[in-house]
């Protein structure tokens, strides 16, 4: 029974981070792609035993942004580059402050996706509700 509780306690949370992303996706890079090379200005680790990530700057027109990514498009070896070493990113060409080190057209979520994982997250609270409308139910049988 625990066993069950504790998969379905990370199934949901698994679903909710996936539904999170799902929802922020750069939607802009994905509609209007530009691929360029970004110059590293920091690597580092992505939260507690996360994914090896870096910050980056990249030049637009004469302006230059920033962001950072996990390196998914170049498939370059994050923890061997150093401040000055270029990473592959694609940015919006309608709005080029918005990048990403993903294959925007490529990793959109689709709408299946979004709905499987919307019910990944929903599995936990459906089963905790669940069980209290079987206590409630067996209270009431009890009781009469």
């Known amino acids: 029974m625990v066993v ?15 539904l999170v992303s799902a929802v922020t996706f750069p939607r802009a890079i994905a509609e ?18 996360g994914d090896p990530a870096v910050d ?11 962001g950072w990514g996990t390196g998914e498009l170049g498939q370059e070896p994050l923890l061997d580059l150093q401040p000055g070493d ?19 057209k490529h990793d959109a979520p689709t709408a299946f996706g ?15 509700l669940r069980r209290r409308r ?5 209270l009431t049988a009890r009781s009469s």
């Open 56 to 66: 980056y700057r990249y030049e637009v027109n004469g302006r230059t942004y920033r």
């Open 86 to 104: 270029h990473v592959a990113i694609e940015y919006s060409s309608r709005s080029p402050g918005i990048s990403c080190t993903c294959d925007a």
């Open 4 to 18: 069950g509780w504790a998969i379905a306690t990370l199934v949901s949370i698994g679903g909710v981070g996936a």
């Open 32 to 49: 209007h792609p530009m691929r360029t090379r970004a110059s590293v200005t920091s690597v580092f680790i992505n939260g507690l035993g």
């Open 114 to 128: 979004i709905v499987f994982d919307a019910a990944c997250a929903l599995l936990l609270p459906g089963l905790v």
């Open 134 to 138: 079987r206590r409630r139910a067996q």
